[in-house]
């Protein structure tokens, strides 16, 4: 199949139905025969999960358990930004210019990712972090820091899938697809959160949409099914991990690198 078919194809794939309809079987009880099969597949710890797998109801149940307790430490050293998720990096840099810079082989103005939200302009020269979820992963989403929720967004789009073809054959899908942002106030600034849907994503999910208060590793949303989340740092308060790169595979309460005053 040509690059061009396959584009044309997922272009108009790229419904919201199409994801709605995944969700509903995903959903329904007769899904609980997948669950198995699913885990195999994927290879995903069973053994971390909160319940014994027989005990999920549905595929979509055990898609976004939880984890037991301890399963997942988080950093507690004093300014640490941890990750708010398992994932795969797959972009990580400065923000020059209002722009993330060559994410998978694109350039990302800030304004369009944001949905030309007023709080843009601190992001503009500050610093990005692309995490990547695949099926395997833990799908919870949790605070990188100790903060207040100043501002939240909903951005309704398309559910272009985010995986290799989505990301480089797909012009900006991260701006195009459906967007959750939450915006935290921390100690020494401002982070923003944005939390992007895909194809087979049935929905994005607060744990207490109403929370003001968020604690570092505290529980904040969930996927159902696997997407991408978009972690920004206002302009020179972040300073990320001299080891981390493009690539690496990182854990949720993991840290990325360290919270600092701005200059």
């Known amino acids: 199949?040509?690059?061009?078919?396959?584009?044309?194809?997922?272009?108009?794939?790229?419904r919201k139905w199409i994801s709605r309809l995944a969700g509903r079987i995903a959903h329904s009880p007769a899904?609980?025969?997948?669950?198995?099969r699913f885990a195999r597949a994927y290879g995903i710890a069973v053994e971390e999960a909160e319940k014994p797998i027989g005990e999920y109801a549905t595929l979509n149940e055990f898609?976004?358990?939880?984890?037991?307790?301890?399963?997942?430490?988080?950093?507690?050293?004093?300014?640490?930004?941890?990750?708010p998720v398992d994932a795969r990096i797959t972009g990580?840099?400065?923000?020059?210019g209002g722009t993330i810079r060559n994410v998978k082989g694109q350039d990302y103005p800030i304004d369009e990712l944001l949905g030309f939200s007023p709080r843009a302009s601190v992001y503009r020269n500050g610093y990005c972090i692309v995490l990547y979820l695949s099926p395997s992963d833990y799908h919870r989403i949790h605070s990188p820091v100790d903060g207040v929720v100043v501002g939240r967004r909903h951005l309704p789009g398309r559910v272009y899938p985010v995986n290799?073809?989505?990301?480089?054959?797909?012009?900006?899908?991260?701006s195009?697809?459906?967007?959750?942002?939450?915006?935290?106030?921390?100690?020494?600034?401002?982070?923003?959160?944005?939390?992007?849907?895909?194809?087979?994503?049935?929905?994005?999910?607060?744990?207490?949409?109403a929370a003001e208060r968020l604690a570092r590793g505290g529980e904040l949303a969930w996927f159902?099914?696997?997407?991408?989340?978009?972690?920004?740092?206002?302009?020179g308060t972040f300073e990320p991990r001299g080891d981390l790169a493009v690539g690496d595979k990182v854990r949720m309460g993991e840290a990325l690198g360290r919270l600092k005053p701005k200059s």
Not at 1 to 14: A, F, K, N
Not at 164 to 174: A, I
Not at 225 to 235: I, K, Y
């Open 1 to 14: 199949m040509s690059r061009w078919l396959l584009r044309t194809l997922t272009e108009l794939g790229s």
């Open 31 to 36: 899904s609980k025969a997948l669950i198995p």
């Open 63 to 83: 898609f976004t358990r939880r984890l037991k307790p301890g399963a997942r430490p988080v950093d507690d050293a004093p300014g640490v930004l941890v990750s």
């Open 92 to 96: 990580m840099g400065p923000v020059q």
């Open 164 to 174: 290799e073809f989505g990301m480089t054959r797909l012009r900006r899908v991260l």
């Open 176 to 209: 195009r697809n459906e967007r959750l942002i939450t915006f935290i106030r921390h100690e020494h600034g401002e982070i923003a959160l944005v939390k992007v849907g895909a194809l087979n994503v049935s929905g994005i999910r607060y744990t207490d949409p």
């Open 224 to 235: 159902e099914f696997g997407s991408t989340v978009v972690l920004l740092a206002e302009d």
